[in-house]
Structure formats: structure tokens, C-alpha cells
């Protein structure tokens, strides 16, 4: 069965784990930008202490939306993936780490788990990165003849 996987699917795992972080983030960064979420209060940035808690807002909003967005099609996809750790390490550490795993940051751990993989891994198949940039292209050599 390895073999079988190894040989016709080598790099759909990424695609798949793109497809499902991507429409993830676009939905909320969606939400975000077009409800009460995307202001100061919404995210109660302002109890954190940080400067600027408008632009906070829209930034993490961005991120998320533009973010998964760039990672649904598969475009500077470990750049993209990078933006959102950073987005999700603080969700976890100002929002959610109070409150346990169960119920808690048990999605974000797992949002940011798909993140890093996507760093280390890259697009995968049917990206733009892969396809049209060339980022991530199989090499010449294959495993079988090493």
C-alpha cells in the first residue's frame, strides 16, 4: 500500500491540509472584515495593552482572509503559512490558553499544527507554487534509483 501512495500520491497531503486551513482562515478573516469582530472591541485588543488596537484588527483580519486565501490556491503558500503562525501563537497566548485544551486552543493547536507542516512542506500539488513558480518541483532523480 506504501508503495502505491508513494507513487501515485507523493504530495497530496499538503494539498489537502491547504485546502482545509485555507477555507478556515478565509471564512473567519471573512467575518472578521464584514462584522463586529474586525473592530478593537471585538477583539478586545485594547485589554492587551498593545498600541493601535484598530490596526491590530485589521491586520490579523487580513491575514486570515488574504492568508487563506493565498493558501487555498496554493500561492506563496509557506510565506502565507508563516503570517498565520505568528496570527495564531497569539490568539492562543492572549486569547485562548486560559481556558484549557478541551474547549480552549484545541483548534488553534490544531490550525497551527497544519501551519508549521506547510512551512516544512510547502505547497504540494496543483499549486501555483508548484506549477507555475517551480517552488517545490520533484527533482530529477527519483528514490527508487538512490
Known amino acids: ?47 492587551w495593552g498593545w498600541p493601535y488596537p484598530l490596526l491590530w484588527a485589521y491586520v490579523v483580519a487580513i491575514v486570515e482572509f488574504f492568508g487563506g486565501l493565498l493558501l487555498v490556491v496554493g500561492l506563496f503558500a509557506r510565506f502565507a503559512a508563516t503570517f498565520v503562525i505568528c496570527v495564531i501563537v497569539v490568539a492562543i497566548t492572549k486569547v485562548t490558553l486560559t481556558t484549557g485544551f478541551i474547549g480552549g486552543f484545541e483548534l488553534e493547536l490544531a490550525l497551527l499544527a497544519i501551519a508549521v507542516s506547510l512551512v516544512f512542506t510547502g505547497a504540494g500539488a496543483l499549486s501555483i507554487d508548484r506549477d507555475i513558480l517551480g517552488w517545490g518541483a520533484p527533482g530529477t532523480r527519483r528514490e527508487d534509483e538512490l
Not at 500500500?1 to 504530495?11: I, N
Not at 485555507?22 to 472584515?33: D, F, S, T, V
Not at 474586525?38 to 485594547?46: A, S
Open 1 to 47: 500500500m506504501r508503495w502505491l501512495l508513494r507513487r501515485y500520491f507523493p504530495d497530496w497531503g499538503p494539498v489537502l491540509l491547504r485546502l482545509a486551513l485555507g477555507m478556515i482562515l478565509a471564512a473567519h478573516g471573512w467575518e472578521k472584515l464584514h462584522g463586529p469582530l474586525g473592530t478593537p472591541e471585538g477583539f478586545n485588543i485594547e485589554s
